[in-house]
């Protein structure tokens, strides 16, 4: 079972120590971003939307920053990011993160996966909820195009 778990409130002052600590260090950047992601995870479950979403947005920027657009790891807190934003109603801004996570995935696999296929889908409903029709329908003929790959085996 993992701390955050078994006992919350210990994980919380962890982190926050952690996060913290990181600060002093010159280095320290990969290990801080994935207790940055784990506090984030752990604000999330405590209903503390707006705080998670804050160290999602600075998770996110810093994997960009330090891994670039293609990398997994950055492509997957940007799709976090944009899942928090739309539970919060920040269509906007979800969209800005579908569209990182979506140009990482078609980079790194290609349409023709289903990885990219979700987050272009997600991209395309966002668009759709916010009025950008036309960008909607752009975004659905890619995602037509990856299925359509997917099918014949491209």
Sequence with gaps: MRLEESDPDCAQELYEQCIKGFGKLKEGYPYML???NSYAVLRERRGKFVEASSL????????LQHNGKDHENTITAFHNAAKMKVQMGKYAEACEYYKIAAEGLEMSYGLAHDETLL????LRNVLNH???SEEAREV??????GEKSLRSGD
């Design 34 to 36: 994935v207790v940055m």
């Design 56 to 63: 999602l947005d600075s998770y996110a920027e810093l994997q």
């Design 119 to 122: 987050v272009f889908r997600h």
């Design 130 to 132: 916010l009025g950008h």
């Design 140 to 145: 659905a003929d890619k995602i037509s195009q």
